[in-house]
């Protein structure tokens, strides 16, 4: 079965550049999930999109933004890069909000800022 | 607001050894919650999910109940494997406005031959 797809699986940037990570969900899902871990953290929660809308934010910088397109895929966009960026950065899909579906994650996008 | 605890790690075990891993949760509403297993060097999976007061959550020999009265959703395995070492995060979803999973710290184990 498809499952989430993210991309690229790994990222080097120097501090202060911009960076753009990718989500593709799994086909039929209209939600989707992003989610940052750092080294020995657990996930924190950062946006989520319903439907091509933002549908809740949680604790994602001011200097990150993020958009679901017609597609259904999302990107994350980082400026400013810091080096307390570098961190794993999950996207999980689900079909629907509020319904408990499961969320199925992606292998994550390892950032490192240099 | 909703947050998880687990118990911390390392949990060290023999092959073969029984497994407790616990879990307690504050939420408003009746989340579900979950288990997520991540094995080194990958992403998350989910390992069980339990959605209602009293169901059991089973999947790979381990299983673990949602207990609305104590707020626990403790994980368990009556065999552990050496290849059962990975990292384990006790997560709920409150389903309030979105479904966005809080973690719990997680809890590494180590199972030794």
């Known amino acids: 079965a498809a499952g989430v797809i993210q991309s690229p699986r790994h990222l080097i940037k120097e501090k202060r550049e911009t960076a753009t990570l990718k989500c593709y969900p799994i086909p039929r899902h209209d939600t989707v999930y992003w989610y940052q871990q750092g080294p020995g953290q657990d996930p924190q929660f950062l946006i989520s999109?319903?439907?091509?809308?933002?549908?809740d934010k949680g604790s994602i910088p001011d200097r990150f933004s993020a958009q679901q397109f017609s597609d259904y895929h999302s990107e994350l966009n980082m400026s400013s890069l810091e080096l307390g960026d570098s961190a794993l950065y999950f996207c999980?899909?689900?079909?629907?909000?509020?319904?408990?579906?499961?969320?199925?994650f992606g292998p994550g996008t390892r950032l490192l800022v240099l | 607001g909703d947050s998880v605890t687990q118990m911390e790690g390392p949990v060290t075990l023999s092959e073969e050894a029984f497994l407790t891993i616990n879990c307690t949760y504050t939420?408003?509403?009746?989340?579900?919650l979950f288990w997520y297993v991540q094995y080194p060097g990958e992403g998350l999976q989910l390992l069980l999910k339990?959605?209602?007061?009293?169901d059991k959550g089973s999947n790979k020999g381990f299983e673990a109940t949602y207990r609305k009265e104590t707020t626990s959703f403790h994980l368990e395995k009556g065999s552990v494997q050496v290849s059962d070492s990975a990292v384990y995060f006790c997560?709920?979803?409150?389903?309030?406005?979105?479904?966005?999973?809080?973690f719990g710290t997680g809890t590494r184990l180590q199972v030794f031959p």
């Open positions: 339990a959605t209602k007061a009293d």
């Open positions: 997560a709920l979803s409150d389903h309030t406005n979105t479904d966005k999973i809080i």
């Open positions: 999980a899909s689900s079909l629907g909000m509020g319904n408990q579906e499961t969320q199925y």
């Open positions: 939420a408003t509403g009746y989340p579900s």
């Open positions: 999109f319903y439907e091509k809308m933002q549908s």
